[in-house]
């Protein structure tokens, strides 16, 4: 395909290649009508470059979505390191990758995502200024895990009120599948709410370490907890979760967890709907580490934060609300809550240029 038709709509991809440290990066951009493009940084060991920029052009239109949809003045990007964060990270590596950031100029604000962590950041920041995710010493808002649970439980309120009447959850059934960062934040969450817990990991360590703290869950055989009756199945392992089969067992009223791409396709989404089983789309409900890191860009402040991520209730129930208006799953709907909002102040202020960067180290 020609290059230009696979950036599909993308604003700017830089490929970044620094043979003395091994990097090589992609930083895909794909929007910053809103503002600045942030989006975490991916270290994978990619089969070859163009899976690389398949995953990175992805993730980068969905940030894009993600935050428009949560409200937050930002566009999407993302970034992949293409390699085994086990045997290639190194301090030149993620050195030489901030360099890199910086050429941007603020156009992309990096982040963690799957294979980097809040002391990677911590060295990328010692080259480029255009860094969040980074530890609390350092100023950065440390584990994002902790708002995203608290988000997705907002969302999972929302959709209870829409689908059963009443935000309460107080002995509701709830089923968590995938305890970890999130999941097991989401666990205890959800007991002080007064849930009926059940939970299932492929990790019989991960499934402990929630035991030990809340010993009234249940537990479920890994890749069975989809059969168990209940009122809201909550996907917060990997993606695509809900495909063909699993949705043929799902005996839930509601989905609603952390989980990326949980729809394998989108007319999972269409059959959800069909069965009468209210989806809470996985962008609009996890938004919660997006909101914390994002933060971090004018100094983070952990009630402010937190009191941002609360608001996910509200638009969880507006994409819900739409979708029943327009007669669309709640998929299609936050796809078009986030692209009328790109539309309508991206004609303002397209093609972000940071005249004034902001100020990371206060
Ligand atoms: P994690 O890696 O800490 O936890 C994932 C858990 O899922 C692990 O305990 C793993 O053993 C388990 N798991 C994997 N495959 C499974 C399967 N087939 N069945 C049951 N359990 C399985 O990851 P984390 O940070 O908790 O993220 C969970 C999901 O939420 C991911 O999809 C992630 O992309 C998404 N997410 C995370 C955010 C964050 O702030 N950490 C923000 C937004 C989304």
């Not at 999407?76 to 290639?88: E, L, N, R, S, Y």
């Not at 050195?95 to 941007?104: E, K, M, N, P, Q």
Request: glycine content about 12%.
């Amino acid at each position: 395909m020609p290059v230009f038709e696979q950036l599909s709509g993308h604003e700017q991809v830089v490929f970044c290649s620094d043979p003395g440290s091994g990097l090589r990066a992609i930083i895909a951009i794909y929007s910053t009508a809103l503002g600045p493009a942030l989006g975490g940084t991916r270290f994978y060991p990619y089969p070859d470059s163009d899976a690389a920029l398949t995953d990175v052009l992805g993730l980068s239109r969905a940030m894009a979505y993600k935050s428009a949809c949560a409200g937050l003045d930002l566009g999407g990007g993302k970034a992949v390191i293409i390699g085994d964060p086990h045997v290639d990270k190194t301090e030149a590596l993620l050195r030489a990758y901030g360099r890199f950031v910086a050429t941007l100029g603020g156009r992309y604000i990096t982040a963690c995502d799957v294979g980097t962590y809040v002391e990677d950041m911590d060295i990328v920041a010692r080259e480029c200024r255009w860094v969040t995710g980074r530890s609390p010493a350092d100023g950065g808002a440390g584990d994002s895990a902790v708002l995203t649970a608290y988000g997705v439980l907002q969302g999972m309120r929302a959709a209870v009120a829409v689908a059963l009447g009443s935000p309460d959850l107080t002995g509701r059934r709830v089923s968590v599948d995938g305890v970890g960062k999130v999941g097991s934040h989401l666990v205890e969450l959800l007991r002080a709410e007064g849930a009926q817990i059940t939970i299932s990991d492929i990790d019989a360590v991960a499934v402990d370490r929630v035991r030990a703290a809340v010993p009234e869950v249940a537990v479920a055989d890994p890749g069975s907890l989809v059969d168990v009756p209940t009122d809201v199945y909550s996907p917060c392992a990997l993606g695509g979760a809900l495909d063909e089969d699993t949705l043929a067992r799902l005996d839930a009223r509601v989905v609603c967890g952390a989980a990326n791409n949980q729809l394998a396709h989108p007319g999972i989404g269409k059959a959800l709907d069909a069965r009468g089983v209210l989806y809470a789309p996985d962008y609009v409900v996890n938004a919660g580490g997006l909101i914390a890191v994002a933060d971090e860009v004018h100094g983070y402040d952990e009630a402010r934060a937190t009191a941002r991520t609360g608001r996910i209730y509200r638009t969880t129930t507006d994409v819900l609300r739409l979708a029943a208006a327009e007669g669309i799953p709640p998929a299609e709907a936050a796809d078009a809550v986030a692209e009328r909002r790109i539309a309508a102040v991206g004609r303002l202020r397209s093609l972000w240029v940071s005249a004034a960067p902001p100020a990371l180290y206060g």
